[in-house]
């Protein structure tokens, strides 16, 4: 690990191959490898994403990284394998499953690749359990869903969880999954365009309305994807519901504004008004280089919005790029 590079947060794998998961009433995701090079995530008998041999092959990785200036990255699970729809038993075998393979993917670049774990989420004792057993094997943080069915993440078992892991010192990154649909959503993939960002902006306003961050440990070190999806733009308005409907939202100690500080987001945002509202909101100490790597959604070459923009000062961008990702990684 060299000290100039940058340490992108936010980025995903997929093993080459898993055990059969099991039968269930829901798709049951598999890998229909096309070639050495080439597969397709599938959801039963229906394809769900084409990935290629940089979600698993670490030397491909690394070489893309070194093109784009990336010392380190953190590889977190793809959503879609979490599982939280199944038993705590079955969740756990998955889950085990998949962060097992994500060690072998990282063995061979341990200074590089930063490994993330998953837990069952739909229950508090089994997602600990897994949380330990995966810390004690190599990962280094735990990436979780932004809610479990109707749970968001001021359910008390998932705030449990955020405490367990607290107390751990484990980091935490948050990423959403699961959106809602509809016909109206079914267009131009708005789920991600609009269903994605909606969900991450409710889940940080559950952590703060739900009151979580009033009594849960301060040193939880827990980041958002997507720049934390719509959340920077409309902290005025939460605050002013706060005030004129208190009878209403008035369940945290303090308004919205109050909890900035308490939590990370990645950069992936795309556009430089956008990353500067950001830093502006959040605090250039609290963001992080996201990029959605290596799916076609994120950002290539990483940082490329970090590194171009004309509104940020050379202390944010280094602070950006590198320095607080080692607080939040506990580098």
Not at 41 to 51: D, K, T, V
Not at 55 to 61: G, I, K, S, T
Request: hydrophobic share 40%; proline share 6%.
């Amino acid at each position: 690990m060299t000290a100039s590079g940058s340490i992108d947060v936010h980025t995903h794998y997929v093993p080459r191959g898993w055990p059969d998961l099991g039968t269930v009433d829901e798709p049951v995701p598999w890998l229909r490898v096309d070639s050495e090079r080439e597969a397709m995530i599938m959801m039963g008998s229906q394809e769900f994403r084409a990935i290629r041999d940089n979600c698993w092959d670490a030397e491909v990785r690394v070489a893309e990284m070194d093109a784009d200036g990336v010392d380190v990255q953190v590889l977190s699970p793809t959503p879609a394998f979490f599982s939280y729809g199944r038993s705590a038993v079955q969740g756990a075998k998955i889950s085990a499953i998949f962060n097992d393979l994500a060690l072998d993917i990282c063995a061979p670049a341990p200074r590089r690749l930063l490994p993330f774990c998953q837990v069952p989420l739909q229950d508090t004792d089994a997602a600990c359990r897994e949380l330990e057993r995966s810390i004690a094997n190599g990962h280094r943080g735990v990436e979780i869903g932004n809610h479990v069915g109707d749970r968001d993440l001021d359910s008390a078992g998932i705030v449990t969880f955020l405490q367990h892991a607290a107390s751990l010192d484990v980091p935490v990154f948050v990423h959403p999954w699961d959106m809602a649909k509809s016909a109206r959503l079914d267009r131009w993939m708005a789920q991600w365009l609009t269903g994605m960002p909606a969900e991450t902006h409710l889940s940080i306003l559950a952590l703060i309305l739900g009151g979580v961050f009033d009594r849960i440990d301060p040193g939880l070190r827990i980041c958002f994807a997507h720049g934390g999806g719509s959340f920077a733009f409309w902290v005025g308005r939460m605050d002013n519901a706060w005030h004129q409907r208190h009878d209403v939202i008035g369940t945290s100690e303090h308004p919205p504004s109050h909890y900035l500080g308490r939590f990370y987001t990645d950069s992936v945002v795309f556009d430089h008004r956008a990353l500067r509202l950001l830093v502006d909101t959040v605090g250039a100490d609290r963001v992080l280089l996201g990029s959605d790597y290596p799916y076609p959604l994120g950002e290539r070459p990483a940082g490329r919005v970090v590194h171009t923009s004309p509104h940020l000062g050379d202390g944010e961008r280094r602070a950006i790029l590198r320095g607080n990702a080692e607080t939040f990684l506990g580098l």
